[in-house]
């Protein structure tokens, strides 16, 4: 049953890894459109991860407070964050219409102020972040929980502020957690599709992100450039696959270096 679950899960990128015209794959990755279309996956996936990191560290903070001290509210707090991981990607896309589209509740007045966001490289870092933040805040508040709350009673025993505390405990030891998160929030950035497509549109240069461009191919029977658009994106995921991989390696020696002093 092992190997049937391998099978099931490598069998497709197997297949089309071999479906791929490796002697064209120069040009199609050269293509000016599909440059275009890899740069502005990239920027926006490193845009929207560097807001995640700076809104889900907090609130992961701030939740595992209310954990400690009124769980009720924490959880109701979780059933919010976590929203976005469940709802479908047409929901999602249509939900962000209705406060951020050239009508809704803030984007009617942005657009109104010069500020438009629907349809603009803008609205593709609000889709990312919107669908990326729950795993940061997931991952960051996993890290932070599994830290002993005993250390920051001595710590403000001792006459710690809060701030001394988050920065000089809870941040360096849930530091792996949150590059974890942060890794993930950028690979799920980089493959968003459903919602980008409805609430940004696929417009060429402001909107057209990869799986947009990956769309279009299948869409206009240009087989090729969708398999060309499918590589970048499996060449970036073996990137941080790889990423992953040395956060959980620098985690580890952290923690051999760490029992290696306790222990003389």
Known sequence: MAVLAVAVVAGPPVTL???VPWPRLGGLLGDAESLTALRLSVTTALLST???VLLGVPLSLWVRDLLLRRPRVARAVQAVVFA?????????GLALVFLWGR???LGGWLD?????????TTGVVVVQVFVSLPFLVATTL???QAVPVRLEEAAATEGATRWQIVRHILLPLALPGIVTGAVLSFARSLSEYGATLTFAGNVAGRSRTVPLLIDLGLSSDDMDRALGGSVMLIGVYVMVVAGLAGVRWIAVARRGATSGTVGR
């Open 142 to 144: 996993t890290a932070v």
């Open 112 to 120: 109104a102020h010069g500020v438009p966001v629907a349809y603009t």
């Open 84 to 92: 976005p991981l469940v709802l479908s990607p047409v929901v999602s």
């Open 103 to 105: 009508r809704g509740v």
């Open 17 to 19: 890894l071999a479906a």
């Open 50 to 52: 560097v807001l995640c």
